[in-house]
C-alpha cells in the first residue's frame, strides 16, 4: 500500500535540481547547492525501511532533502564523474533514495521489486562533467528508474546546453567565484 503525500503534509513541486558540483552554481529558484548542506552515506542499517519508514538513522541534513524530493515531479541530477561514473557526493544521495521503496517486494514486467512506498515517484535526469561514460550512466539511470517506478529523464553532458534546456526547460550553469 503506498501512502499520499498530502497524509504527510509534503508539498509538490514541480521540478527539483540537486547539484553536487562545487565549482558550479545554478542559476534556478528549484535548485539545492549540496555545498550547503552534510549529507553523509548510507550505513546499510535498514533503519529508515524497518524501524521508522523514510526516517534515517544518520543525523544530518537528509531528512530535509528527502521531503523535496519525494515532493518532486522531477528529479534532476548535476555532478561530476571521475573514472565513467559518479562522485561520492551523489552517490550518498542516491544510496539513500531507499526509503521511496519498501522491504516488500513485488513481481514488476517480470522483473523482482520493491513496492513503491508513496504513490508517485519523481522522474529522475542526469548532467554530469568531467570523465562519464555516458552509455554506461543511461543504462544505470534507467536501471536507478526503473528500482523506484519512475522514468529516466536522459543523461547530459554539461556542454550540451540545447540538449539540457530542451529535456529539463532553462537550467543556468555558472561558475562559483
Known amino acids: 500500500m503506498t ?10 513541486i514541480q521540478r527539483l535540481i540537486i547539484n553536487t558540483l562545487s565549482n558550479m552554481l545554478v542559476s534556478s529558484i528549484d535548485a539545492l547547492d549540496m555545498d550547503d548542506y ?6 546499510g542499517c535498514t533503519h529508515c525501511w524497518m524501524k521508522s519508514p523514510g526516517i534515517c538513522a544518520v543525523k544530518d541534513d537528509w531528512e530535509m532533502l528527502i ?4 515532493g518532486a515531479d522531477r528529479l534532476i541530477f548535476i555532478a561530476d564523474a571521475k573514472l565513467g561514473f559518479l ?16 522491504p516488500y517486494t513485488v513481481i514488476h514486467n517480470g ?5 513503491k512506498r508513496y504513490d ?19 543504462e544505470w539511470l534507467e536501471r536507478v528508474t526503473l528500482n ?7 543523461v547530459y553532458y554539461i556542454e550540451e546546453s540545447e540538449e539540457i534546456s ?11 567565484t
Open 148 to 154: 523506484f517506478f519512475s522514468k529516466s529523464l536522459g
Open 38 to 43: 552534510h549529507i553523509g552515506h548510507c550505513i
Open 120 to 138: 508517485k515517484s519523481p522522474d529522475i535526469g542526469l548532467i554530469y562533467s568531467g570523465d562519464g561514460d555516458k552509455a554506461f550512466l543511461s
Open 111 to 115: 522483473e523482482m521489486r520493491h513496492r
Open 67 to 70: 521531503k523535496k524530493i519525494i
Open 3 to 12: 501512502k499520499d503525500l498530502s497524509s504527510k503534509g509534503l508539498v509538490c
Open 87 to 102: 562522485s561520492y557526493k551523489l552517490k550518498n544521495i542516491v544510496d539513500r533514495l531507499i526509503p521511496l521503496a519498501t
Open 166 to 176: 530542451r529535456a529539463f526547460g532553462d537550467i543556468l550553469l555558472l561558475p562559483k
